[in-house]
Nanobody, 117 residues
Framework: QVQLVESGGGLVQAGGSLRLSCAAS????????MGWYRQAPGQQRELVAV???????NYADSVKGRFTISRDNAKNTVYLQMNSLKPEDTAVYYC???????????WGQGTQVTVSS
């Protein structure tokens, strides 16, 4: 099973930027879709961004134009560049993998992102 380790969360002021990183184990990284989810207190977990094995990306409407997902297959790492952060972006952010042989997403432990106003 793929293991995911997130890093890069923290506290930032509104309008600032953060970059999240997620290192994945295993030899099939390039074949898998990768994504970022987030969950705010009292809210359901929501999909933020996805990058497919072919490099296609998709974003939640709330982050379009502000967040960018990317992947480095040589490093088995996926990134989420977050710009123009808003207080409503405050959440635990989870790296996720959808293995090529599955339709299910699997998540890491999460990293806290807090945006102060």
């Amino acid at each position: 099973q793929v293991q995911l380790v997130e890093s890069g969360g923290g506290l930032v002021q509104a309008g600032g930027s953060l970059r999240l990183s997620c290192a994945a184990s295993g030899s099939t990284f390039s074949k898998n879709a990768m994504g970022w989810y987030r969950q705010a207190p009292g809210q359901q977990r929501e999909l933020v961004a996805v990058v497919t094995s072919g490099g296609n990306t998709n974003y939640a409407d709330s982050v379009k134009g502000r967040f960018t997902i990317s992947r480095d297959n040589a490093k088995n790492t996926v990134y989420l560049q977050m710009n123009s952060l808003k207080p409503e972006d405050t959440a635990v952010y989870y790296c996720a993998v959808r293995p090529f042989y599955s339709v299910q997403w699997y998540w890491g432990q999460g990293t806290q992102v807090t945006v102060s106003s």
